[in-house]
């Protein structure tokens, strides 16, 4: 059943290439340079003509919303919120018939996030679900929706589900942008062209396997670790910290690069580890001066940075390095060193990396 592979997470981490694939077939039509989405062409006129688009979800799932925002906010310029859906359903929140509302959920089964559902269908929103299980509760309470296609998760810690919740997205926010002409045909095809090496880049981003495993060597003992990331690598810091924390017990935070001085550098001492993502399009030189206020408080810095890349390599302890792509489709790659990474410390350590501990796989109660 696990093909192989010693966990199914590591199976399911590998099946990435795949499970985009199966994501973009019938929907992205490279040759033509189209985006075919049958739930955003029917009820294309609720997307344009919406205020805002309010995103709910939990866990991971709400870390793609968070990628889904930036995605939709740089691509078609529709405002978006990203909710907890547990904050959400119980804080009373404005929601009117001009609103969409995106439910995000691998399981389909999550019960705040249903709840959600609900409640904005109550208020006459238009509600749309991302799901991963086909028939699932809320893909059947929401108005429309499209399906990732990532085959069945099985290990607990969400790995394939992740990257193609933003690859819909990705999609979604495209064809959003270029009908209501935020992008130009130019920039909509260069997208395209982009995003349809992704699997083959996925394939060769997973050869670094060893070299990953080598650095988990080095930090598996760590108690604290912390995740850094700017723009559309923000979500994926969060992601990488909640991954490691999930299966190897380590305690780890994800943050803003930028938000690391108001606070979190207090913690920086020899000890720590910290992640930094820098690759060359998003803030390069912000992220550099992070580094360096990271280096200079003799933090161990782990960079995620672009083929070729020479700054970052030189103060850097470690790096680990992604095949070039535009900026937003980055989290697509980023994404996949920290499952990697999560994965071979939590072996190291002998945990139960498919089981964890306290969690189950779909949260069916609040
Ligand atoms: C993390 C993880 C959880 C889920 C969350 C939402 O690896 O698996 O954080 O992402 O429980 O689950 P779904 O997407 O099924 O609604």
Redesign the pocket.
Known sequence: EKGGYEHFMLKEIHEQPKAITDTFRGRMLAEENIIKMSSIEDNLDKFLNADRVIIV??????HAGLVAEYLIEDMARIPVEVEYASEFRYRNPIITEKDVVIA???????AD?LAAVKLAKSKGAFVYGVCNVVGSSIARETHSGAYTHAGPEIG???TK?FTTQITVFTLLALKLGKANKSLSDVAFENYIKKMQLIPKQIEKLLEIDEHVKSIAAVYKDATNCLYLGRGFNFPVALEGA??LK?ISYIHAEGYPAAEMKHGPIALIDENMPIFVIATNKGHYEKVVSNIQEIKSRAGKIIAVVTEGDIQVKEIADHVIEIPDTEEALTPLLTTIPFQLLSYHIAVLLDRNVDQPRN?A???TVE
């Open positions: 979800a939990c866990g991971t799932s709400w995000i959920s691998q399981s389909g089964e999550t996030t607990v810690a969400s589900a909640l991954k999930e969690l796989k779909s949260v």
